[in-house]
């Protein structure tokens, strides 16, 4: 019972991802050429959203879902880290032609490719996690 939450907002997710066209590899494309401004919309609208519904849990006594309070650590500002990193996730999102959130939804709309990336994904978070502690971060 505790997961149909989880569950439901997935639901919930897809058909948000499915009606803006966030799925779209038409629409991801047109991103990658500055053609469109819809993609960027979408995302800074994601950003925006993230930074007060931030704002918001740092102010209020937010739990998890196993009842320990959320805690927040100010961390040092890693900028190689992060242009590696995110210049890895470009690469990929700009090769499969998705963002990994929609991953599930596609696989929903019949794109079975899919299902190879998303057993890729968690394939390669094992392989980061099992590897993570030799890695220089």
Do not use: N
């Not at 494309?29 to 704002?55: D, Q, W």
């Not at 937010?62 to 040092?76: E, P, R």
């Not at 500002?77 to 999102?93: A, D, T, Y």
């Not at 794109?111 to 996690?129: D, M």
Request: proline share 3%; charged share 15%; aromatic share 14%.
């Amino acid at each position: 019972m505790r997961l149909l939450s989880f569950f439901l907002v997935g639901i919930l997710f897809g058909i948000v991802a499915t009606k803006s066209e966030v799925i779209s590899w038409f629409r991801i494309h047109e991103m990658f050429r500055f053609e469109s401004f819809h993609m960027y919309g979408v995302i800074g609208s994601a950003v925006v959203f993230g930074i007060i519904t931030m704002l918001i849990m740092k102010k209020l006594p937010v739990k998890t879902i196993d009842g320990k309070l959320v805690v927040y650590k100010v961390k040092a500002m890693q900028v190689k880290r992060f242009l590696i990193g995110g210049s890895i996730f470009g690469m990929g999102w700009g090769l499969i032609g998705a963002c990994p959130g929609p991953m599930f939804t596609m696989l929903g709309h019949g794109f079975l490719i899919f299902g190879v990336v998303i057993v890729s994904a968690v394939v390669g978070a094992f392989v980061y996690g099992a590897i993570r502690d030799y890695l220089p971060h």
